[in-house]
Structures are given as structure tokens and as C-alpha cells.
């Protein structure tokens, strides 16, 4: 049985380097159940390649990533089952172009979970409710707004009963006003208690969602801990040149 008590994930002393660059320099990080956590920070800081460690798309170079108590980056490791239930939403959409929106919902339910095509449809049609989306399903996904596709996406990762959501600048690559209604779908996960990690440029929403904000400079950590704090009132002159940038 999963122990409640501890994190859903650990991240300790996690090293990242492309060749002779160095990306991540020792991250330490947990994300507890039903908490969200936003990364912040600037471009080429190491956000995205941290959250790629999390569900190894990318393989750390040293450290250890434990998510639901399974070490990731023990070589014995069967990723592919670690995997089916850490949801990833990226800041493009990833639906296939060639499914309609429900099929997309249940492809991975059937091939991966052994869902029978009405279980799938079932649940499938469970979450695009959850998002909004319940007269989408027989939409091709380039009939949807990038708002819906995102939304599409993020029912989509719910379809597999993930333990953890990651969100990579799930919004970056909206118009601003299709912005507004995923960030309702994340902030509506977050108030049912779906534990989260969420890299965001999107400021008022990791002030009013996230339980911890971690600013990430030069592939470290900088400081971390409560918005009201991070963002209001951060202790670090990288953090506050960060935020003058963005606010
Ligand atoms: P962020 O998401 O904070 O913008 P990234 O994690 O995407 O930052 O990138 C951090 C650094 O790692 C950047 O310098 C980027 O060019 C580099 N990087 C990311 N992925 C790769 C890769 N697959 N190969 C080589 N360099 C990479
Ligand atoms: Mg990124």
C-alpha cells in the first residue's frame, strides 16, 4: 500500500548535463500529496529538463527521482509501468491529429491499462466533462481552439488516474484570451486535491494555487517556499530582477 506520508515526489541531488553543459546543478525537491508546486523562472533556467527528469523523458546524469515511492533512476526500474501514472501536459498540445477527441482520451486507457472500449468511453466522458468539453468528443483536435486542445490534453493525461500532474508552461503558447479557461481547469484540479507541479510564467495564478513556489536560476534552486513570500516578498536579488521582468 502507498504510504500517505510521503511525498508523491522526490527529486534529491538530481544532475543534468548535455555534454559539457551542465543543466541542472543538484536539485532537492518534493511535491506532497494533494499539493501544487509552480516552478518560476527564467528561460533556459532548467524548468523544463527538470520536469523531463521527473518522468524520465530525460535520463538524470546523477541523483534520484522517487515518484509514488518508485526510484525512477534505480536501473532495475520498469519505467514504462512507472510512467502510466505521472500525467504530463506540455506547452504544445500533443493530441494525435488524426483521432477524434475521444479516441484520443481512450487510446492509452485501452492499449496501456487493458480498459475495455466502454470503460474507456466511460471515463474518457468523465473528464472532458471535468474540463468542459463534453460536446467536443467526436471533434477532430484541429477543430478545437488551442484552449480546447489544452484542455483535451489535460483530460486526456486524467484519463490514466494519474498520482501526479506535470504542467510545462501549459499556457505559453495561447492566445491571451484562451488562457483564462485552462488556467480554471488546473485551478478547479488543484481545489480537488490533485497533487501538481506546474512550471508557469503565469504569476496570479501560482500566488493563488500553489502551496509552494520555487524560483529556478542557472539550473538551482534560488529559493523556495510560500508565494505570499517568493513572489511578494522574495529574499534574492536574482528572484526580485526575475519578477521585475515578468510582473
Ligand atoms: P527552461 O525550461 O527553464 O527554459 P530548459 O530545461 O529547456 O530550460 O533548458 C535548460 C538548458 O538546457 C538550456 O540551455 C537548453 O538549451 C539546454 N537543453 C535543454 N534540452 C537540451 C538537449 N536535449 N540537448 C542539449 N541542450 C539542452
Ligand atoms: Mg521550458
Known amino acids: 500500500m502507498s504510504d500517505t506520508t510521503r511525498p508523491v515526489v522526490e527529486i534529491s541531488g538530481l544532475h543534468k548535463s548535455f555534454g559539457s553543459l551542465q543543466v541542472l546543478k543538484g536539485v532537492d525537491l518534493q511535491v506532497r500529496r494533494g499539493q501544487v508546486v509552480c516552478v518560476i523562472g527564467p528561460s533556459g533556467s532548467g524548468k523544463s529538463t527538470l520536469l523531463r527528469c521527473v518522468n524520465l523523458l530525460e535520463e538524470p546524469s546523477s541523483g534520484s527521482v522517487v515518484v509514488n515511492g518508485v526510484e525512477l533512476t534505480d536501473p532495475d526500474c520498469d519505467i514504462d509501468a512507472a510512467r502510466v501514472r505521472i500525467g504530463m501536459v506540455f506547452q504544445s498540445f500533443n493530441l494525435f491529429a488524426h483521432l477524434s ?23 474518457a466522458r468523465r473528464n472532458l466533462a471535468r474540463v468542459g468539453l463534453t460536446d467536443k468528443e467526436h471533434s477532430m483536435p484541429a477543430q478545437l481552439s488551442g ?22 508552461e501549459p499556457t505559453s503558447a495561447l492566445d491571451p484570451e484562451l488562457v483564462g479557461d485552462v488556467l480554471g481547469v488546473m485551478r478547479q484540479l488543484a481545489e480537488e486535491g490533485m497533487t501538481m507541479l506546474v512550471v508557469t510564467h503565469e504569476m496570479q495564478f501560482a500566488r493563488e494555487v500553489a502551496d509552494q513556489v520555487v524560483f529556478m ?9 510560500d508565494p505570499a513570500d517568493v513572489i511578494g516578498a522574495p529574499s534574492h536579488e536574482r528572484t526580485r530582477t526575475f519578477l521585475s521582468r515578468v510582473l
Request: hydrophobic share 40%; glycine share 10%; net charge negative.
Open 101 to 123: 477527441v475521444l479516441e484520443n482520451l481512450t487510446v492509452a486507457q485501452r492499449k496501456v491499462l487493458r480498459r475495455s472500449k466502454e470503460q474507456a468511453e466511460e471515463v
Open 147 to 168: 484552449g480546447q486542445q489544452q484542455r483535451a490534453a489535460i483530460a486526456r493525461a486524467l484519463s490514466m488516474d494519474p498520482e501526479v500532474m506535470l504542467f510545462d
Open 217 to 225: 536560476d542557472g539550473g538551482g534552486i534560488i529559493e523556495q517556499g
